[in-house]
């Protein structure tokens, strides 16, 4: 069983066109969050949602867009795709509460822009 | 004060050996520090954790060492094995539902 998932795992697409990327875990959790990894491995965060709520949303490009249609799915939609877009884009969940924050990440989506 | 310094970029540590990686950051409200093991083509997936009322935790092979006056926690993969060799996150939870994390180590462990 998968805990967290992501499709599809390789996009290729062209600057300016839209795209999408799913993630949905089974693990009961209240939070999810979408991460970009770039070329040099730098792990930053995007987006989080407590149950369908946005909470956390970093300086990012309003042509992305996260969707959360129930706790267990969180999509990220990005319009108008350009270069620097290009990137491995992870998924994670984590229980809303509690003493830590023990995040499950997903296996990503490698984007790749042309 | 939302970063959270990692070092050596890479590592390279022969079989059996031990691999240190090193880490500090600024803000004393951060509570609670993972590190995270990726693989090639996978996420990153938890592999220890401290809380700073502890100055060491081990799980198996590998420990964490956590100074609090200096704002500074370290991985210690004791009898490195190849089959260790990845990238290693150290992070920070700032207490916002968020973890910043560090820049990553390239591990190499050699046969």
């Known amino acids: 069983d998968t805990a967290v998932s992501q499709t599809p795992k390789y996009l290729v697409t062209q600057m300016g066109n839209d795209k999408s990327i799913k993630c949905e875990q089974n693990?009961?959790?209240?939070?999810m969050y979408w991460y970009k990894q770039d070329s040099k491995k730098f792990l930053k965060i995007m987006f989080s949602?407590?149950?369908?709520?946005?909470?956390i949303n970093e300086t990012v490009p309003n042509r992305f867009s996260p969707k959360s249609p129930d706790k267990a799915h969180l999509n990220l939609h990005i319009n108008s795709l350009e270069l620097g877009d290009s990137a491995v884009y992870f998924c994670?969940?984590?229980?809303?509460?509690?003493?830590?924050?023990?995040?499950?990440f997903g296996p990503g989506t490698r984007l790749t822009v042309t | 004060q939302q970063q959270v310094k990692q070092s050596p970029q890479s590592l390279i540590v022969q079989k059996g050996g031990i691999s240190i990686i090193n880490c500090a950051y600024e803000n004393t409200a951060f509570d609670y520090f993972p590190w995270y093991q990726q693989f090639p083509g996978k996420g990153p997936a938890l592999l220890i954790a401290?809380?700073?009322?502890?100055s060491e935790k081990k799980e198996g092979r590998f420990t964490i060492s956590f100074n609090k006056s200096a704002k500074q926690f370290s991985l210690h993969i004791m009898d490195s094995q190849p089959g260790d060799s990845a990238t290693y996150f150290c992070?920070?939870?700032?207490?916002?539902?968020?973890?910043?994390f560090g820049t990553g180590t390239r591990l190499l462990v050699s046969p």
């Open positions: 994670a969940s984590s229980r809303g509460s509690g003493e830590t924050l023990e995040q499950y």
């Open positions: 693990l009961g959790h209240d939070t």
């Open positions: 992070a920070a939870d700032t207490g916002f539902q968020k973890l910043v």
């Open positions: 401290i809380r700073p009322d502890v």
């Open positions: 949602y407590n149950n369908k709520e946005l909470i």
